[in-house]
């Protein structure tokens, strides 16, 4: 979604997020020298390609030397303990670390083989390209009709009213929510329940035609029926787009994603076929999250 949309975030606490764990008896992963992720870090032709990425709230360093490839037409979701930095790297994929003063982003990430790091992107449409869902549902004080058709208009994507109406129509079919709102579209979308109101938002971000949509823990604040809705449709979205999602829930990674990545302390540990991470991880770090003994 635009800019306008996604500066909506409170940059405070996203700088607090992203600061590396520091807790004693955990491995200083930072301080490890020649450090390189295991598992499947490349794809083929892949939609996202990042190399050595590094990221600095002021003079802290949260995010070292990441690389990663995501794919076309891929869920691939990001855990680790609270504060390792999985939130701070996703935002690194439309700039949204841009809207925090402080934040110093360095290394190559590519979008369709171009470079999004380039003083010359314009990050509005970008934003359009990789669409962001946060993870508290936050619908405009407008109408659901309006909450949709936002994008569309300001991006000049619809000719006349006809095309908005069919681009808001199937952009809430997409998002499984037609059914529930067709009949009151000119109510205001912060009437929607919150697993409503995150479906609209869902909605918003596919409007525009993204080719990414990153997710930042879209279900943390909703009861199981609603996750559980946000979950299918994630399975169904992934068919048209490359989706990446921030997760607290090592079962929600299992059920949506077919590759995980595993931060911890600022570094990407070990990343690779969900099913691989959660039986046979190869990493101990990985393993030590997994099975419960930090995190």
């Known amino acids: 979604m635009a800019g306008t949309v996604h500066d909506m975030m409170d940059e405070s606490s996203a700088a607090t997020e992203a600061v590396p764990d520091e807790r004693p008896g955990v491995m200083a992963v930072e301080e490890e020298k020649g450090f390189q992720t295991v598992g499947q870090v490349e794809v083929e032709s892949p939609r996202i390609s990042v190399r050595n990425c590094n990221v600095w709230y002021a003079d802290k360093q949260a995010i070292f030397d990441v690389s990663l490839d995501i794919a076309a037409n891929e869920v691939i979701a990001m855990i ?4 390792c930095g999985k939130s701070t790297f996703l935002r690194c994929l439309n700039r949204m670390n841009d809207t925090i003063e402080i934040c110093r982003v360095s290394g190559q990430i590519l979008l369709d083989g171009e470079d999004i790091q380039g003083k010359d992107v314009d ?17 405009f004080p407008k109408s659901i009709y309006d909450n949709v058709a936002y994008g ?4 000049g994507l619809c000719r006349n009213k006809t095309e908005l109406d069919e681009m808001v129509h199937q952009s809430l079919v997409k998002a499984g929510l037609w059914e529930e709102v067709k009949d009151r579209l000119d109510q205001p979308g912060t009437g929607l329940s919150g697993g409503q109101q ?12 993204p080719e990414v949509i990153l997710m930042d823990e879209p279900c943390s604040a909703l009861d199981p029926i609603a996750t559980a809705r946000i979950e299918d449709l994630i ?3 992934r068919h048209k787009y490359t989706i990446c999602i921030v997760t607290h829930s090592m079962q929600q990674a299992a059920r949506v994603s077919q590759r995980t990545a595993y931060f911890h302390l600022g570094r990407l540990i070990e990343v690779d076929q969900t099913d691989q991470i959660f039986t046979n991880p190869a990493h101990k770090l990985t393993e030590d999250y997994i099975t419960g003994r930090f995190g």
């Open 80 to 83: 680790g303990p609270s504060g």
């Open 123 to 139: 990050v509005v449409p970008l934003r359009a390209r990789v669409g962001m869902v946060f993870q508290k549902p936050n619908p």
């Open 152 to 155: 569309p208009k300001i991006h």
């Open 198 to 209: 995150q479906r609209l938002c869902i909605a918003r971000a596919i409007a525009v035609d």
């Open 235 to 237: 399975d169904e979205l």
